[in-house]
Structure formats: C-alpha cells, structure tokens
C-alpha cells in the first residue's frame, strides 16, 4: 500500500474505533521517521522514466496526503475506499456526476438548504429529477421511486429537525428496485453511526464539521461500499478537479485524531443541555433524539451508539429568535457545526434560507426555531450562557 498504510490495520475487524482514526493513515514517515506525516504540498512528483512513476504523476489524480486520509476515513466508516473533495457539496456534485440525463433520485424532503439549491436549480436544469419525500416513513421512499431512479439520498438525522429514517427498511427498499442508497453522517460521524452495516452504498460527510473538529478547513467525502464506486469516483476527482487539497486533508487527519473522544463529550453535553432546554419555561419544544419525548426514540437507539451534538429548540416567533441569538455570550452565532466551541444559528435565516418561505412551511421549520452545535465547553457555562439569553425573551 503506497505510503506504508498497513491493510491488515484497515481490515482488522476488532481493531477499535481510536485505534484505528489515531493511527490509519498516520503511521510515521517512511523516510524520516516523523510521527506527524508530512504534507506533500506538491503538485507533480519526479517520474523515473518515460510511463513510470512511483505511483503519482500529478496531484490532481492523486497526492501521498490525500491517499493518507482516504484511507483512514473508509477504515472508519467500514467502507473499501473513500473520495475525498474541496467541500460537502462538491461531494454531492461529485454523486451526481454519476448519473445520465433523465436519471431521478429520490431525497428526504428535510436536508440541508444547499442540497435540494444544487439540486432544483443546477442539475435539473441538465436534465437530472429529484423527488422530495418524508422519508421518517419508509414506504414514502418506496412511492416515490421510478423506473429511473438511481440514487435514493437521505439525511439521518435531518439538519435541523432531527428526523431519523430507519436506514436498513430504505435500503431494503431501495435494493428490490435497484436503486443505491447514500447516507448524509455529517451529524452523527462515524463514531455513533455507521450506515453502511445497515445497508446503505455510500456514505458522505461534510469533513468540515465533526472530522475536521475545529472550524478550520472545509471538504467533503464519500465512502463507497464497492471497488467500481471507488474507481468511478476517482475518475471524476481527476477528470472535475474538485479535490481537497493535500494542506486541507492534513487537517482533517489531524482532527480525526481526536475524534472519539470529543464525540463522547459533544454527546454528554447534548443530552445535558437537551434536558435543560426540554424543561425551560421559554422553549417551547426541543428537537433532539436523544430526548424520549422524540417520536423516533428507539430508532435512534437502535440506529445509533449516542445523540450528538445538534439540538434545535423553538423560542416562538422570529422576534424571540432575534433576541435570544443577541444576548448569547459563550455560544458563537455562526454558520456550520460541528467544532469544538458552540455554535448557535437561525436556520430559516441562514442554513435553509435558500428553500423559501413554502419549502420551510412544508418541512415544519418557523421562524423562531435556532439550532445549537454543542461544544466541548463547560456544560455548565453553556447553560449558563442559554439561560440568561432565553430570560430576555
């Protein structure tokens, strides 16, 4: 394996989760011993002859760095090879590329804004189709796709109202049609979800959120679940060029370092902060899995090894939504999620704005919903920092 990343590592199956995000893909430098890899901010490399090379002519196809992370991200999410690309989206774009004029792909009618943006108003206009479809209840999926289907693309849980889809009854479904099935992480990461052991074909993050950690580089990723996905997707890596660029990937392994570790504590101040807002008399209602009171409790218990991080609350009208994001203090009032201090948005506003009024009427998002990433902050300064806000509203 170039890079001396060792597969026996990659495939051990009772290797653990830390063991494995700490040291696949990391392992010193062959020539120097360095514990941290280099980055190999090239972008061609020395061919020793006419047609021959080391295994890399030009890092658009393909750079020692990113070959580290790919590795380490398909080990993690138990997949047999990962893409990585500049953003999450260029991920999406990079899925897309995949399919032919006329080919429709079913998704959940609750994504992230930018998705159903790139797809109502890019890619149909070259002719791809896209249904939206609740897809909490499997057998909407399983209306909704057609002859033509290819992909079926779901978010679980969803951004920002934490709906969950049973991911092994779609991809039963999807299956018996012969459809494939791409699972959205971001929000879980692979730490407390895994869709591909329960069927799914694909999986994509946002690197930029919980791999990264720290709000300091963004990309994008798809895990694949069969070699010909893997070659397809490297082709369009090398033939599009939205690849992550090799400074971008050492980050991103870096941070999945700490991975583990800050995903248990994302999780123990979610729940905390879940059941502080669940029983403040200024919110009225709480958006978060891990509370019993959500109508897919079990699914996520069964689906998923912990809760996260992503809460959204309902304060009651825009007005009170205004208020509360003015007087947060330690929450940061910003775009993304997923790093290690908390992040506080107004989704109607900023992450979903681009669906419209009608597209957030018909997914249930107000105006007077916010949504928190939950840091690793003192739980108790968090709390601290909610409570005297919501007091002003």
Request: glycine share 10%; aromatic share 6%; net charge positive.
């Amino acid at each position: 394996m170039r890079d001396g990343v060792p597969r026996e590592l990659m495939k051990a199956k009772k290797t653990g989760f830390s063991t494995r995000a700490i040291h696949v893909g990391n392992e010193p430098d062959p020539s120097t011993g360095a514990v941290a890899p280099p980055i190999f901010a090239t972008s061609t490399y020395a061919q020793e002859e006419l047609g021959k090379t080391k295994g890399y002519d030009y890092s658009r196809a393909g750079n020692p760095t990113r070959t580290r992370l790919e590795q380490n991200l398909a080990s993690l999410e138990g997949g047999v090879a990962a893409r990585v690309f500049s953003s999450g989206m260029a991920a999406v774009s990079a899925l897309a590329s995949l399919m032919k004029t006329g080919e429709h792909i079913v998704a959940s009618n609750n994504l992230y804004g930018g998705v159903p943006r790139l797809f109502n108003q890019v890619l149909a206009n070259l002719g791809l189709e896209f249904a939206y479809v609740d897809s909490a209840d499997p057998r909407n999926v399983a209306k909704a796709i057609r002859e033509n289907t290819r992909f079926v693309y779901l978010e679980t849980p969803t951004n920002p109202l934490m709906a969950l889809t049973d991911i092994a009854a779609v991809s039963d479904i999807a299956h018996k049609h012969g459809c494939q099935v791409v699972v959205d992480n971001t929000f879980m990461s692979p730490y407390f979800q895994q869709p591909l052991k329960f069927g799914a074909d694909m999986v994509l993050h946002s690197t930029t959120k919980f791999l990264n950690g720290h709000s300091d580089g963004i990309g994008g990723v798809l895990i694949c679940s069969t070699e010909e996905q893997a070659e397809k997707l490297a082709f369009v890596q090398k033939a599009v060029g939205a690849i992550l660029s090799p400074f971008e990937c050492w980050l991103v392994l870096r941070g999945v370092k700490t991975l583990a570790i800050r995903m248990r504590q994302h999780d123990q101040s979610g729940r905390v902060i879940a059941d502080f807002l669940s029983g403040h008399r200024k919110v009225k209602r709480v958006f978060y899995p891990g509370l019993k009171s959500h109508p897919q409790y079990d699914l996520a218990c069964r689906q998923m090894l912990g809760f996260g991080a992503l809460i959204t609350f309902e304060t009651g009208s825009l007005a009170n939504a205004k208020k509360l994001l003015r007087r947060v203090r330690v929450c940061t009032l910003g775009e993304s999620l997923g790093g290690v201090e908390t992040l506080i948005s107004h989704p109607a506003s900023m992450t979903h704005a681009a669906i419209g009024a009608q597209g957030r009427k018909v997914i249930g998002l107000s105006d007077g919903m916010v949504r928190i990433s939950v840091g690793i902050e003192d739980v108790e300064d968090l709390i601290a920092d909610l409570d005297q806000a919501l007091a002003g509203i």
